[in-house]
């Protein structure tokens, strides 16, 4: 008895049964078995499909988690140092305020003294000019003074001197003259 490779495979009773199934494509008359065979291809067929498809947006989500990490790790960092940067302007600036504040107390204080210099350098000169002036007025004074006291004291004389008193007087005060000439020589 010679059989064929299809008897062989598949006895000729089963291909009575084989024969009698076959695809429905009338998508309302489907029934369960159609359903789970398509499923059944598709999953088998798809799944490799479909892991490799899961395993790439795996590895793509990972990869973006990473990088959004590594992103938050340097903005982090530079936050961290800005903040650092931050608060030594803030110092700095501190340190400029006080200085400025201190050289403005010192210039003040440097100009007060220099007005005050100038003021006591004002009153002295003041002084001086009051005082210069005060024996300035005392010496015309003196002179007026002497001058009236002379004129009086020679109206005095020449009205109480007659010629005689008068010739004897300069008899006198050339004969001082004479003597005062004597010593010297």
């Known amino acids: 008895m010679t059989r064929s490779v299809s008897e062989i495979a598949a006895p000729s009773s089963d291909w009575t049964l084989a024969a009698s199934i076959g695809l429905n494509t009338n998508i309302l ?10 499923l ?12 490799n498809f899961l395993e790439n947006r795996e590895r793509a989500i990972s990869n973006t988690i990473q990088d959004a990490e590594e992103r938050h790790k340097e903005a982090s960092n530079k936050l961290q140092k800005a903040r650092i940067r931050l608060q030594q302007a803030k110092v ?34 003041k002084n001086y000019a009051i005082r210069f002036e005060k024996q300035r007025a005392i010496e015309q004074v003196r002179q007026q003074v002497s001058r009236l006291a002379s004129e009086r004291a020679l109206e005095s004389l020449n009205s109480r001197l007659d010629n005689q008193l008068h010739l004897r007087m300069i008899d006198y005060h050339i004969g001082l003259f004479r003597a005062m000439d004597s010593k010297s020589n």
């Open 29 to 38: 008359e489907i029934n369960l078995i159609n359903l789970i065979l398509v």
């Open 40 to 51: 059944g291809i598709l999953f088998y067929y798809g799944r490799g499909v479909l892991i």
């Open 92 to 125: 700095k600036a501190d340190e400029i305020r006080i200085n400025g504040l201190t050289q403005m107390d010192r210039e003040q204080r440097d100009l007060v003294d220099a007005a005050d210099e100038d003021l006591k350098g004002l009153e002295d000169s």
